[in-house]
């Protein structure tokens, strides 16, 4: 174990179509951030933003666009970016700040303002970068790779489409009570069914949609949180940032084609679950010791690859997790009780942040109708184009 | 005139020989192969190969997952003239003697009904689009006909 820092105050802008700048979000977030922790800005030593490509400049200097849209005050400001992982790539950040004694008090923010549809590439002819390949010579949009995935769980383990609109219906059950969401109504199967198919075996309600929103923590030290009086802080034990093993020989976004395997090797350790055992390690505890789980369902198929990656069942058993209800509010471990990315949608730099803001309420006891009782410890999971995972354990 | 044909990208694959292969690239220190190519640096860890050659792939492969785009695909996918999109399939394909998974399009006609995971299919010619009075070409993948026992 590295060492904890504190959640002194975590805040969200609602997610949805607004039509407004990610800095107006994003300010808003953070507003509500440093309201939670009681602190004012000029308290604030460091801001760590998490980038936004979609949004020009301003979008690649978050932490500087932030910065001034609060007010220059002199602090230090960072900006990361590693897609889907943004966030926890800036918390990851802010708390080797703390850790290290570069900073007491650390801002972090994440907003995207999201266009409509699939995700694109940056523009030009750029035959250099992968991402803009996939789309030029296959039209493979995010969808079509989850959708990969989901027929092989569908032809390896008997998954049916009836399991993945399963997930569905129980992330909007949970997000329909919570106030953040971009989605506040239940959905049954029935309806999941009805929607067209965007690249098969999924439907559009097993994907995700892109969404405006905006997340924002206030971290400090375990000293820092003593002299704000707080007793008993949320802490953050772990943030994983492990990259894949080479050869990678699982296809991934936004590859076109897998590493190959040297005759007579064993194969590599596949990196979605590296992600989970790095921070369980970090965290010394196991997916036993957990209350929930906020995993990044970009579809719902791959909420069920996040519980045999976390660990929570054997490879293949996750819809069987899911069918006992062990998965839904009320069951053994929650998964996804803010109501995931199934109830937000997709506002890429803010998700992994929003993730963190779920677990501190959960933790306090602050989360109302989806209050997952008792709650003690929980992690987050996801994952970034281009080889970025992430991972963060936060215990009370 | 019939529009010029052109590779949507260039030394991917190629019918030299009259036999249409992928054309990958093996680092000469390790073994590693690569597609799309690497021609500069061998990207294994413990490998600081610069000398990667040409290699054609596996002609033939299994299915290891399929599905299709019933949505028009944002630029620069070179999906023609605005009008009814036409669902196409994409198939990822398992080449057992590299160990690895290359993806591609299905074949005209090849829709998810056709397909199963572990399919044996090859790789073909095929048209990517037109674009700029250009035509595009690229891979397909397409089911291996039963051969006669």
């Known amino acids: 174990m590295t060492g904890e820092v504190a959640v002194l105050g975590a ?90 004694g570069m900073a007491d008090t650390v801002l972090v923010v994440g907003s995207d303002a999201a266009p409509k549809g699939f995700f694109a590439p940056a ?37 049916t489409a009836e399991d993945f609109a399963r997930v569905k219906v129980k992330n909007a059950a949970a997000g ?76 991934d976004l936004p590859d076109i084609a897998t590493d190959s395997a040297p005759p007579g090797s064993p194969a590599s350790d596949p990196f979605r679950p590296s992600i989970a055992r790095a921070a369980y390690e970090e965290a010394g ?48 471990i929650p998964v996804n009780p803010s109501g995931g990315l199934a109830s937000f949608g997709e506002a890429v730099p803010a998700q992994a942040i929003a993730q963190v803001c779920e677990l501190t309420q959960q933790l306090r006891g602050q989360a109302g109708e989806r209050q997952v009782a008792g709650a003690s410890a929980g992690i987050t999971v996801n994952q970034g184009l281009f080889g970025h995972g992430s991972s963060v354990v936060a215990v009370r | 005139m019939s529009p010029t044909r052109v590779p949507v990208v260039d030394g991917w694959f190629s019918s030299e020989g009259g036999e249409f292969r992928l054309l990958g690239t093996c680092c000469r220190g390790c073994g590693a192969v690569y597609f799309p190519r690497e021609d500069v640096f061998c990207r294994a860890p413990g490998c600081a190969g610069t000398e990667l050659t ?72 095929g048209v990517l689009g037109e674009e700029g009075g250009r035509t595009l070409t690229t891979w397909h993948w397409r089911p291996v006909a039963e051969e006669a026992s």
């Not at chain 1, 919570?178 to 198919?197: K, L």
């Not at chain 1, 209800?325 to 053994?332: K, Q």
């Not at chain 2, 196409?88 to 006609?109: F, S």
Request: net charge neutral; glycine share 10%.
């Open chain 1, 176 to 251: 329909a009570a919570n106030p953040y969401a971009r989605y506040r109504s239940p959905v049954t199967a029935e309806e999941v069914a009805a929607s067209p198919v965007v690249a098969d075996p999924l439907r559009l309600l097993d994907i995700c949609a892109t969404s405006d929103g905006a997340a924002a923590l206030v971290l400090g030290s375990m000293e820092t949180a003593r002299r704000l009086g707080m007793r008993r802080p949320v802490r953050i034990r772990a943030v994983s940032s492990v990259s894949p093993s080479h050869p990678r020989t699982a296809l």
């Open chain 1, 11 to 100: 805040g969200m802008h609602p997610w949805g179509k607004w039509g407004r700048s990610f800095v107006e979000y994003g300010t808003k977030a953070a507003r509500a951030a440093l309201a939670d922790a009681g602190l004012q800005w000029s308290a604030i030593q460091s801001v760590v933003g998490a980038n936004t490509v979609r949004c020009g400049y301003p979008g690649q200097v978050s932490g500087a666009t932030f910065a001034r849209a609060l007010g220059w005050q002199g602090a230090r400001v960072t900006s990361v970016y590693a897609a889907c992982a943004s966030g926890a790539r800036a918390i990851d950040t802010a708390r080797a700040q703390i850790l290290s």
């Open chain 2, 54 to 125: 040409e290699m054609p792939l596996s002609r033939r492969g299994r299915v290891w997952s399929y599905t299709d785009g019933r949505y028009r695909p944002p630029a620069p996918f070179p999906s023609g003239p605005e009008g009814e999109w036409r669902p196409y399939t994409l198939i990822a394909v398992e080449l057992a003697a590299e160990r690895m998974v290359v993806l591609g399009q299905g074949a005209p006609g090849v829709t998810v009904a056709d397909l199963a995971v572990g399919m044996e299919v090859e790789v073909v010619p």
């Open chain 1, 285 to 332: 505890l196991g997916p036993e010791d957990l209350s929930l789980a906020e995993v990044y369902d970009l579809s719902t198929a791959l909420e069920l690859e996040w519980y045999e990656d976390l660990g929570l069942c054997g490879p293949g058993e996750g819809a069987k997790l899911l069918r006992e209800g062990a998965t839904a509010l009320g069951g053994r």
């Open chain 1, 123 to 159: 523009g030009g002819e750029r035959p250099d970068d992968p991402d803009w390949l996939r789309f030029r010579v296959l039209g493979a949009t995010n969808p079509a790779y989850f959708a990969l995935w989901a027929r092989r769980r569908m032809a390896m383990y008997g998954d």
